[in-house]
């Protein structure tokens, strides 16, 4: 599977912003699939995941509260809902496939597929 993130861009804080990652094939919906970033000079960080059928979440403890992922099988897309954006959400955020025997993984050796990320920057 190919994923690509969309949805990136400038808000101020407190703001709100909805990123997608629309998958290529037949096979999305085997997938857990998950959300991570990364900011300038850090290492990529677990942000959310979700599992196949869309039942099941966890997430960070940062965004817990303020972002909800979610998915959508029928379009092949996956979406994560950030509100009460903060200026440390600063990141370029990447969508990925979650091995299905990783589920509550928060490392990215567990998640593969990795797709070209969006820049989220949240001024204050």
């Known amino acids: 599977v190919q994923l690509q993130a969309s949805g990136g861009g400038l808000v101020q804080a407190g703001g709100s912003l909805r990123l997608s990652c629309a998958a290529s094939?037949?096979?999305?919906?085997?997938?857990?699939m998950g959300w991570f970033r990364q900011a300038p000079g850090k290492e990529r960080e677990f942000v959310a995941a979700i599992r196949l059928n869309g039942v099941s979440t966890y997430y960070a403890d940062s965004v817990k509260g303020r972002f909800t992922i979610s998915r959508d099988n029928a379009k092949n897309t996956v979406y994560l809902q950030m509100n009460s954006l903060k200026p440390e959400d600063t990141a370029v955020y990447y969508c990925a496939t979650l091995n299905a025997r990783a589920w509550g993984s928060r490392g990215t050796a567990d998640f593969g597929s990795w797709g070209q990320g969006t820049l989220v920057t949240v001024s204050s």
């Open positions: 094939g037949r096979t999305f919906s085997l997938y857990n």
